[in-house]
């Protein structure tokens, strides 16, 4: 079975740090790996994905993510935070198989960035 | 390009009374489609996904059922509502089968009293 997780419940970080939220993944055979970030009461955005290739992934809002085969891991990270960073974010997981194309998603980690 | 809409937006519903919740797409088609639940603003459960018109899989037992009469319409339905139903319901579609990222809609918050 799929499953992702998420081991932080909240990240603390000050405006201008480098950022880190942490995520582990298990599935069967090669996995699909993405982050989303979701605001306050709306849907949540894609921000960046792993399909195959270079293990650092780049996506939106600056972020990028990097892939660790042998630690099933997928950190999504930052260079320099921003308060308008500050949202709920999520690791998903899809196996490569998986005809569904469902994603299971992380419980979330909230990342506040303070002035 | 893809837009989801969800509707309502929001509703508050007494325990025991029906429930509809409308997922709508354009600009893609044949698409699959999931619905999700959000509960306290955390972690998203999926509930329904659905490959083509009429095909509908569970993922979860519960008083809640899915159903898809059109290629782009999804709707989430309850004969009884429970206080357990309360959430953040999120429609999602498959843009891209073959990396399989979803885009989500806006969402529709059900308080249930």
């Known amino acids: 079975a799929q499953s992702v997780a998420q081991p932080e419940d909240q990240v603390n970080v000050a405006e201008g740090n480098p950022l880190t939220v942490k995520c582990t993944y298990s599935?069967?055979?090669?996995?699909?790996l993405f982050w989303y970030v979701q605001y306050p009461n709306r849907g949540l955005q894609f921000l960046l994905k792993?399909?195959?290739?270079?293990?650092l992934v780049k996506g939106s809002y600056g972020f990028e993510a990097e892939f660790n085969k042998s630690q099933t891991s997928f950190h999504l990270k930052k260079p320099s935070a921003l308060v308008s960073d500050s949202a709920l974010y999520f690791c998903?997981?899809?196996?490569?198989?998986?005809?569904?194309?469902?994603?299971?998603f992380g419980s979330g980690t909230r990342l506040l960035v303070r002035p | 390009s893809q837009t989801i809409h969800q509707w309502p937006a929001t509703l508050v519903q007494p325990v025991g009374s029906p429930l509809s919740l409308e997922c709508t797409v354009e600009?893609?088609?044949?698409?699959?489609l999931y619905w999700y639940r959000q509960a306290a603003g955390r972690g998203l459960q999926l509930l329904f996904y659905?490959?083509?018109?009429?095909?509908i899989s569970s993922e979860v037992p519960q008083n809640l059922s899915a159903s898809r009469p059109q290629d782009r319409q999804f709707i989430l339905s309850s004969k009884k509502l429970l206080l357990s139903d309360s959430g953040f319901y999120l429609c999602?579609?498959?843009?891209?089968?073959?990396?399989?990222?979803?885009?989500f809609g806006e969402g529709s918050r059900l308080t249930v009293l």
């Open positions: 998903a997981v899809r196996g490569l198989m998986d005809s569904s194309y469902k994603l299971i």
């Open positions: 599935v069967s055979g090669n996995p699909y």
């Open positions: 600009g893609t088609s044949n698409p699959n």
């Open positions: 999602a579609l498959s843009g891209h089968r073959n990396t399989g990222e979803l885009f």
């Open positions: 659905s490959v083509g018109i009429g095909q």
């Open positions: 792993y399909i195959t290739g270079d293990n």
